[in-house]
């Protein structure tokens, strides 16, 4: 599965910004897809994930309320919509998923596939 996020970019606090994750070569609605997040000199940490099927949701304490996640499957996409972004949301964005057919979040396979990371900056 080959991921690629995309619309990353500088914001001003308490602004917008939607991230998409496409993938080329398979159905992401068989899969759970999850974002994470990595800031410079911390640990990458999970933002958000949307299960295969029901579609259920997980999202990180520190973006609930904020972020939403969704999916296209018509353009085999799914999206990070952040809202009331903070100077602590700056890190960059990856989109992966564990590639089992059917599985949700959280998942129990641990991430398998990753796409290349987005930048997203909030400063003023």
């Known amino acids: 599965v080959q991921l690629q996020a995309s619309g990353g970019g500088l914001v001003q606090p308490g602004g917008s910004l939607r991230l998409s994750c496409a993938a080329s070569?398979?159905?992401?609605?068989?899969?759970?897809v999850a974002w994470f997040r990595q800031a410079p000199g911390k640990e990458r940490e999970g933002v958000s994930c949307?299960?295969?099927?029901?579609?259920?949701?997980y999202f990180a304490e520190s973006v609930k309320g904020r972020f939403t996640i969704s999916r296209d499957n018509a353009k085999n996409t799914m999206f990070l919509q952040m809202n009331s972004l903070k100077p602590e949301d700056t890190a960059v964005y990856y989109c992966?998923?564990?590639?089992?057919?059917?599985?949700?979040?959280?998942?129990?396979?641990?991430?398998?596939?990753w796409g290349k990371g987005t930048q997203v900056t909030v400063s003023s």
């Open positions: 992966a998923t564990d590639g089992v057919p059917g599985s949700s979040c959280p998942s129990a396979h641990g991430m398998v596939y």
């Open positions: 070569d398979a159905s992401l609605d068989y899969y759970l």
């Open positions: 949307i299960s295969s099927g029901d579609g259920s949701t």
